[in-house]
C-alpha cells in the first residue's frame, strides 16, 4: 500500500513541476473531468489550451508560453468544474468602484448586478459557450478562475 502511495506522490510531484515549467500556476487536482478549454475563435476553432483545476490565473499572459490575454473568444467547461473568467487581470470588476455608489448605479438605469455582470462571467458544468460576443464578452478574458465541484 505505501508504494501506492510513493507511486501517487511522485506523479503530483512530476505533474506540478511540468505545470510550473509551461507557466500554469495550478494545483493537481486529481479529478480528470476538472477542466476547462479556451478557444482564439467562436465555434471552438483555431489555436486553443485547456487548464485543468483548480486553478487561478491572475492574467493570461503567459499561458503554455504564449499570451492569451483579450484573445479567447469560446470555451467549454468540463463535467466537474466552475468557471469564472474576468475582464481585468487580477480578478478586479471593471465597475468595482462604482458598485460603492448604488444611487449613482440607480440614476445610470442599472442594479448593482448588471455592473458585476459587465465585468465578469461565471459558467457551471459542462458549459459550452460556442461565441463569447454572446455575452459581450468578445476577446475580453484578462484573468480567471477555475474550481472543481464534486
Given at each position: 500500500?505505501?508504494?501506492?502511495?510513493?507511486?501517487?506522490?511522485?506523479?503530483?510531484?512530476?505533474?506540478?513541476?511540468?505545470?510550473?515549467?509551461?507557466?500554469?500556476?495550478?494545483?493537481?487536482?486529481?479529478?480528470?473531468?476538472?477542466?476547462?478549454?479556451?478557444?482564439?475563435?467562436?465555434g471552438y476553432a483555431g489555436p486553443h489550451f485547456r487548464l485543468s483545476g483548480p486553478v487561478e490565473?491572475?492574467?493570461?499572459?503567459?499561458?503554455?508560453?504564449?499570451?492569451?490575454?483579450?484573445?479567447?473568444?469560446?470555451?467549454?467547461?468540463?463535467?466537474?468544474?466552475?468557471?469564472?473568467?474576468?475582464?481585468?487581470?487580477?480578478?478586479?470588476?471593471?465597475?468595482?468602484?462604482?458598485?460603492?455608489?448604488?444611487?449613482?448605479?440607480?440614476?445610470?438605469?442599472?442594479?448593482?448586478?448588471?455592473?458585476?455582470?459587465?465585468?465578469?462571467?461565471?459558467?457551471?458544468?459542462?458549459?459550452?459557450?460556442?461565441?463569447?460576443?454572446?455575452f459581450n464578452f468578445h476577446h475580453k478574458i484578462r484573468s480567471l478562475k477555475m474550481d472543481c465541484?464534486?
Amino acid at each position: 500500500m505505501n508504494l501506492i502511495k510513493l507511486v501517487i506522490y511522485a506523479f503530483k510531484t512530476v505533474f506540478m513541476v511540468n505545470v510550473l515549467l509551461v507557466g500554469v500556476s495550478t494545483a493537481y487536482a486529481g479529478d480528470e473531468n476538472c477542466w476547462a478549454e479556451f478557444f482564439q475563435n467562436s465555434g471552438y476553432a483555431g489555436p486553443h489550451f485547456r487548464l485543468s483545476g483548480p486553478v487561478e490565473l491572475n492574467n493570461l499572459q503567459n499561458v503554455n508560453g504564449e499570451n492569451w490575454a483579450s484573445r479567447i473568444d469560446s470555451l467549454k467547461v468540463g463535467p466537474k468544474a466552475k468557471l469564472v473568467v474576468f475582464e481585468n487581470i487580477n480578478f478586479k470588476l471593471t465597475l468595482k468602484e462604482i458598485a460603492k455608489y448604488p444611487d449613482l448605479i440607480r440614476s445610470l438605469g442599472s442594479t448593482e448586478q448588471d455592473v458585476k455582470e459587465d465585468s465578469e462571467l461565471i459558467f457551471g458544468a459542462n458549459a459550452t459557450i460556442h461565441d463569447l460576443s454572446d455575452f459581450n464578452f468578445h476577446h475580453k478574458i484578462r484573468s480567471l478562475k477555475m474550481d472543481c465541484i464534486k
